[in-house]
């Protein structure tokens, strides 16, 4: 079978609702070319969500963030409180909070990709020519998609894989691992929309004269 006819027979297995037609699908080199594409069509769906829902395109990934966060300080309060003063522990204290942790991380690099805090070397790039400047923006949207691209592919592969095993996180009886595996896809995928929202505007600042490069702000708005 063609990685083409590879990547087309992912789309029925997803539908089929079977986390083993999908575990079977998604370990094809079809999956590389199908999570390609998906990458940029989820990405400017994203972007046009932020785009037209500014409410969420300011709140989101950070509302998302700081729940996990304050989920975790509670469930790690609640932790000590119950095992000094009760004398007993819930088994999923220590077991919960990492997996919490993964999602408010991974949202929350979504974000700080909007603000663009990660690395943006805007002091140096500032002295270069508009062209320099869009050229190595550019780069970076280049750079940022692929690594979506490859963590959607990977992250979508152990999802199903945990699924399709019924992985219960450690210490719970009623609570599936993939339900937090299922949530990195789903901040790249707005990752994704992030890239491509800054690269257009960058495009249109260079096409109107706009200064290019700005002074990146971490913990606020551009």
Same mark, same amino acid.
């Given at each position: 079978?063609?990685?083409?006819?590879?990547?087309?027979?992912?789309?029925?297995?997803?539908?089929?609702?079977?986390?083993?037609?999908?575990?079977?699908?998604?370990? =094809?080199?079809?999956?590389? @070319? $199908?999570?390609?594409? !998906?990458? &940029?069509?989820?990405? #400017?769906?994203?972007? %046009?969500?932020?785009?037209?829902?500014?409410?969420?395109?300011?709140?989101?990934?950070?509302?998302?963030?700081?729940?996990?966060?304050?989920?975790?300080?509670?469930?790690?309060?609640?932790?000590?409180?119950?095992?000094?003063?009760?004398?007993?522990?819930?088994?999923?204290?220590? =077991?919960?909070?990492?997996? @919490? $942790?993964?999602?408010? !991380?991974? &949202?929350?690099?979504? #974000?700080?990709?909007? %603000?663009?805090?990660?690395?943006?070397?805007?002091?140096?790039?500032?002295?270069?020519?508009?062209?320099?400047?869009?050229?190595?923006?550019?780069?970076?949207?280049?750079?940022?998609?692929?690594?979506?691209?490859?963590?959607?592919?990977?992250?979508?592969?152990?999802?199903?894989?945990?699924?399709?095993?019924?992985?219960?996180?450690?210490?719970?009886?009623?609570?599936?691992?993939?339900?937090?595996?299922?949530?990195?896809?789903?901040?790249?995928?707005?990752?994704?929309?992030?890239?491509?929202?800054?690269?257009?505007?960058?495009?249109?600042?260079?096409?109107?004269?706009?200064?290019?490069?700005?002074?990146?702000?971490?913990?606020?708005?551009?």
């Amino acid at each position: 079978m063609s990685i083409l006819a590879e990547a087309v027979a992912i789309v029925p297995a997803i539908f089929s609702g079977s986390s083993w037609d999908m575990r079977q699908a998604f370990d =094809t080199d079809g999956m590389w @070319l $199908f999570c390609f594409v !998906a990458t &940029f069509v989820v990405g #400017y769906l994203a972007h %046009l969500f932020y785009r037209f829902v500014p409410f969420l395109e300011r709140h989101l990934e950070r509302g998302i963030s700081v729940t996990m966060y304050l989920i975790i300080a509670a469930i790690i309060c609640w932790g000590v409180i119950d095992r000094f003063v009760f004398s007993n522990q819930w088994s999923g204290s220590t =077991t919960v909070p990492p997996f @919490l $942790f993964m999602v408010m !991380a991974w &949202f929350a690099c979504s #974000y700080n990709v909007k %603000l663009r805090t990660h690395l943006s070397f805007s002091e140096f790039r500032s002295k270069m020519p508009p062209a320099g400047q869009m050229a190595t923006l550019t780069i970076d949207a280049a750079l940022w998609l692929g690594f979506c691209w490859i963590a959607i592919t990977t992250s979508l592969r152990f999802t199903v894989l945990s699924a399709d095993n019924f992985q219960l996180v450690d210490g719970v009886d009623d609570v599936m691992k993939w339900w937090f595996y299922i949530t990195v896809p789903i901040a790249f995928s707005l990752m994704s929309g992030r890239v491509i929202g800054n690269w257009l505007e960058d495009w249109g600042n260079y096409r109107s004269g706009e200064p290019i490069i700005k002074q990146a702000v971490i913990g606020g708005d551009v």
